[in-house]
C-alpha cells in the first residue's frame, strides 16, 4: 500500500517507578502521497510521541508503520523532520546546515552547492547563505529547517511544533511558506501543533486526540489549506466557516480537558 | 527634567561619571550593570600599593630580608654606602644576565612548555575517555570508580607518589601534569557528550547521516565548549600544581628558581618569582579566553 500508513500503533511507558502510562492506544492513520495532516490536541494527549514512532525514534510497544510498504524500524532520509527549535547545527552556517543531508549522503561539492542555492532561494535565505545560523532570527532559522529537510527529497516530511516558538506575526507568514511548500513539492506532511488555528489552516486533514489513553478523538476533512495556497491567508481565517469550525474544535478541547480535570472549576 | 549635559568620555572611562544609558536609569542599587568601572579607583589602588612599598623600604619600616625595596633607593642625596638593589634594578639584570646562568625566559619558558605539554597529554587521552564514557556504558562502567575515586584528590598529594616512580626529571613533571589534566579534560569531555540536545541526534540521523557521522558531525561540535572550558580549567590547575612541583624538586623553571633564591636569602627574587607566575597565569587565562572566542563563537548560542 502506497503512503504512510499508522497500524492500530499502541505505546506504553514503564515509568521508574514500575508504573505505566498509556500514552497511545490503538492509532490507526493512513495518509495518500502528497496529504497534508494536521494533528491537534491538549498536551498529554500522545501527539509527539506518534510523531517520534513514524520518524523511527521510538518503537511503538504494539502495531506497526509502514511507508510506501516498507515497515519503519528507525530514522531514515525517507522522512525528513522539522523541529521546534534548537536542532540546527550552530557550529555551521545557513548553507552548510541546508547542504548536510546531501553530504552526508556522499553527494560532490557541485550537487550541493546547487541544491543549496536553490533551497535558499525557495525560504528566500540566500543573502545569509554563510551566517553562522545562531545570528539568524527564529523565523529565518525556521526557514533554514525547512530548507534542510527539503535538501533530502523526502516522501514525509513531520513538523514537530516547528512554528510553536515563533511570534504571531511571524507565525502568519510561516503558515504561508509551508502551505506553499508543500504545493510546490507535493510532499506528505504530518504537522503537530497546539494551535487551533494553525492545525484549521494548514491541515487539508485534521486529526484532533484525547488524551489518557492518547487516542484518535475526532477527524475532519477541511478545505481552508487549498484555498490558502491562492487566496488571502487573513481573509480565509475571517471566513465563516473557519470560525465556526474553529469554535466547535475549541469547545470539543475545552470539554475533553474539563473531563480530565474531573468537570471541577478549573478557569 | 533630566539634566541634559554630558559627561566628557574621560570621565566615564575613568569612571567618574556614569554613562550617558545608566544616568537615565532610576534604580541603580541592586542593577549590577549600573555599577561603572570605578577604573579611577584601581588607578589609586596600584598607585598606593606602589608607593607604600617604595615608602616602607625607602624608609627603612621592613627588613629587605622580609620584604624587598621597589628600587634601589640611592638618590644624589643619598650616602652611597646606603645602596642596595632594588626588586627593579633585580629584574633587569635577571632579564640580561639570568639567574645562576640560566636567562630568566629559560625559566619562564621551561615553567611554561612543562604546563603546555602536561595540557597536551592529557586532553589527547582524556578526550577519548571522556568521549567513551559518554556514549558506551561499558566504557562508563570501567572507568567510572577510577575517575569518582582519582578525581577529589588534589594533583599535589600524588607528588610523592610520582618522585618515587618517576624521580624528579622532566619525566615525573609531565607525569604528574598530565594526571592534573586528564581527569579534567575526561569529565570535560563527558559533560560535553551528555550535553547533546537529542533533538540534533535525531535531526542528523533524519538527514540520513550514520553513527561515525554523527559522531563526527555533532556530537564532537557540540562538545568543543566544554571542551576549551576543560583546556582553560587544566591549564590553571596545571599551572599552580606545576610551580608546587619545581618548588618541590626541580633545576629549571620558575618554582625552582624562587626556592633557589630562598635559600640564599634573595627575597627580590622569590618576590619577582611571585609577580611573574601570577603575571603569566592572567596571560594564558587571557589566552584562551581570545581562541575561545575565536575558534568557538558558537558558544552558547544553541
Given at each position: 500500500m502506497n503512503g504512510l500508513v499508522i497500524d492500530d500503533v499502541s505505546m506504553i511507558f514503564t515509568l521508574p517507578d514500575g508504573g505505566e502510562v498509556?500514552?497511545?492506544?490503538?492509532v490507526s492513520l493512513h495518509l495518500e502521497p502528497g496529504e497534508l495532516m494536521a494533528v491537534l490536541g491538549p498536551s498529554g494527549c500522545g501527539k509527539t510521541t506518534l510523531l517520534n514512532i513514524i520518524a523511527g525514534f521510538l518503537a511503538p510497544t504494539a502495531g506497526q508503520v509502514h511507508l510506501n510498504g516498507r515497515q519503519v524500524t528507525g530514522p531514515h532520509k525517507e522522512r525528513g523532520m522539522v523541529f521546534?527549535?534548537?536542532?540546527?547545527?550552530?557550529?555551521?552556517t545557513a548553507a552548510e546546515n541546508v547542504g548536510f543531508g546531501p553530504r552526508m549522503g556522499g553527494a560532490t561539492r557541485a550537487e550541493i552547492a546547487a541544491k543549496v542555492g536553490h533551497l535558499l532561494d525557495v525560504v528566500a535565505l540566500r543573502e545569509f547563505a554563510?551566517?553562522?545560523?545562531?545570528?539568524?532570527?527564529g523565523g529565518m532559522q525556521q526557514r533554514v529547517a525547512l530548507a534542510r529537510c527539503l535538501a533530502n527529497d523526502p516522501d514525509v516530511i513531520l513538523m514537530?511544533?516547528?512554528?510553536?516558538?515563533?511570534d504571531a506575526l511571524t507565525r502568519e507568514k510561516m503558515q504561508g511558506l509551508v502551505l506553499k511548500l508543500w504545493k510546490d513539492t507535493g510532499k506528505t506532511i504530518v504537522l503537530i501543533t497546539h494551535s487551533v488555528e494553525e492545525a484549521l489552516f494548514l491541515g487539508e486533514r485534521l486529526v484532533v486526540m484525547a488524551p489518557?489513553?492518547?487516542?484518535?478523538?475526532k477527524a475532519f476533512a477541511l478545505p481552508f489549506a487549498d484555498q490558502g495556497v491562492e487566496g488571502d491567508t487573513r481573509a480565509i481565517k475571517i471566513q465563516p466557516d473557519f470560525i465556526a469550525t474553529r469554535e466547535e474544535i475549541l469547545t470539543m478541547i475545552w470539554e475533553m480537558e474539563e473531563e480530565i480535570m474531573g468537570g471541577g472549576n478549573t478557569g | 527634567m533630566a539634566d541634559r549635559k554630558q559627561p566628557s568620555k574621560l570621565a566615564v572611562w575613568l569612571g567618574v561619571a556614569d554613562n550617558p544609558f545608566t544616568r537615565?536609569?532610576?534604580?541603580?542599587?541592586?542593577?549590577?550593570?549600573?555599577?561603572?568601572?570605578g577604573r579611577l579607583w584601581s588607578v589609586a589602588t596600584v598607585a598606593a600599593l606602589l608607593f607604600a612599598w617604595w615608602a616602607v623600604t625607602r624608609w627603612g619600616l621592613l627588613d629587605p630580608i622580609f620584604w624587598p625595596p621597589?628600587?634601589?633607593?640611592?638618590?644624589?642625596?643619598?650616602?652611597?654606602?646606603?645602596a642596595r638593589p632594588g626588586v627593579v634594578d633585580r629584574f633587569a639584570s635577571l632579564v640580561v644576565e639570568g639567574y645562576r646562568n640560566v636567562p630568566l625566559w629559560e625559566h619562564v619558558w621551561t615553567s611554561v612548555r612543562r604546563v603546555l605539554l602536561g595540557v597536551l597529554c592529557g586532553a589527547l587521552a582524556g578526550i577519548p575517555l571522556g568521549f567513551a564514557m559518554g556514549l558506551n556504558s561499558v566504557a562508563r562502567g570501567l572507568l567510572d570508580p577510577v575517575v569518582e575515586f582519582i578525581?577529589?584528590?588534589?594533583?599535589?598529594?600524588?607528588i610523592p607518589l610520582v618522585i618515587l616512580w618517576l624521580g624528579i626529571d622532566e619525566a615525573a613533571k609531565t607525569f604528574l601534569l598530565f594526571l592534573a589534566a586528564l581527569f579534567i579534560m575526561l569529565i570535560a569531555a563527558r559533560a560535553g557528550v551528555s550535553s547533546v540536545r537529542i533533538s540534533k541526534v535525531h535531526a542528523a540521523y533524519s538527514l540520513g547521516a550514520s553513527k561515525p557521522q554523527v559522531l563526527r558531525y555533532v556530537i564532537l561540535p557540540n562538545a568543543l565548549p566544554e571542551i576549551f572550558t576543560g583546556l582553560r580549567t587544566s591549564m590553571g590547575v596545571c599551572w599552580g600544581t606545576l610551580v608546587a612541583a619545581e618548588l618541590v624538586?626541580?633545576?629549571?623553571g620558575v618554582g625552582s628558581m624562587m626556592m633557589v633564591a630562598k635559600n640564599f636569602l634573595q627575597t627580590d627574587v622569590v618576590v619577582i618569582g611571585i609577580i611573574l607566575i601570577g603575571v603569566i597565569g592572567f596571560t594564558i587565562e587571557m589566552l584562551m579566553r581570545a581562541l575561545e572566542v575565536w575558534l568557538i563563537p558558537w558558544k552558547g548560542k544553541g
Open positions: 498509556h500514552a497511545l492506544q490503538n521546534q527549535q534548537g536542532a540546527l547545527f550552530e557550529w555551521m554563510d551566517e553562522p545560523v545562531y545570528r539568524l532570527s514537530d511544533e516547528p512554528l510553536g516558538a515563533l489518557r489513553p492518547g487516542r484518535i478523538h | 537615565q536609569k532610576t534604580v541603580k542599587f541592586g542593577d549590577a550593570s549600573a555599577v561603572n568601572s621597589l628600587d634601589g633607593g640611592l638618590y644624589p642625596w643619598d650616602n652611597p654606602a646606603r578525581r577529589p584528590i588534589p594533583p599535589l598529594a600524588l624538586a626541580a633545576d629549571q
